[in-house]
T-cell receptor
């Protein structure tokens, strides 16, 4: 069965960086893009960008350009999202989600809570 | 960027009711529209893709319709487990954008 398993919660100080992992299993990793979506406490869903696990190509939301880096390691079928220069308003649950052109975000990771606090 | 506007932002309904949620796109997106259900503290669950196609395992009381700029999610015969927040998402282009969500609460 398809599974996306994310790394655990983290607490970071303002200005630091965080790297979240998303381990995929149950399907061919390189056949589907991985997207990242975040949700601040009590707020809606916000799309951050995607990575093509096959080519390594990426596309980031303009809001995060310059602060976010998405990578992957095909040998261990894992995608990563690194966010730098963290601010308090980056406190959120970060999700990875599998995507195909016809069925967007059909499988999600369990979410990773990132808390930014001094 | 394409903006997605949901209405209402919140609503109260009773078990057995028929509920309709609307999602409007700021420009035409054909049928590149998906719906998700999210319960507090849980991962969003995909319900519908391509505006009207039900994801596997989703009860048939959920249905979607629309094309272009206006879309609806209908829940017929609302069940206790349906009280949640619902989000639309366009996937016609990038950036992808979600609606702001519609919270369906118990009356």
């Amino acid at each position: 069965q398809v599974q996306l398993v994310q790394s655990g919660a983290e607490v970071k100080k303002p200005g630091a960086s965080v790297k979240v992992s998303c381990k995929a299993s149950g399907y061919t990793f390189t056949d589907y893009y991985i997207h990242w979506v975040r949700q601040a406490p009590g707020q809606g869903l916000e799309w951050m960008g995607w990575i093509n696990p096959n080519s390594g190509g990426t596309n980031y939301a303009q809001k995060f350009q310059g602060r976010v880096t998405m990578t992957r390691d095909t040998s261990i079928t894992t995608a990563y999202m690194e966010l730098s220069r963290l601010r308090s308003d980056d406190t959120a649950v970060y999700y990875c989600a599998r995507d195909s052109s016809s069925r967007p975000f059909d499988y999600w990771g369990q979410g990773t809570l990132i808390t930014v606090s001094s | 960027d394409i903006q997605m506007t949901q209405s209402p932002s919140a609503m109260s309904a009773s078990v057995g009711d028929r509920v309709t949620i609307t999602c409007r796109a700021s420009q035409g997106i054909n049928n590149y529209l998906a719906w998700f259900q999210q319960k507090p503290g849980k991962v969003p669950k995909p319900l519908i893709y391509a505006a009207s196609s039900l994801q596997s395992g989703v009860p048939s009381r959920f249905s979607g319709s629309g094309s272009g700029t206006e879309f609806t999610l209908t829940i017929s015969n609302l069940q206790p487990e349906d009280f949640a927040t619902y989000y639309c998402l366009h996937h016609k282009s990038y950036p992808r954008t979600f609606g702001q969500g519609t919270k369906v609460e118990i009356k």
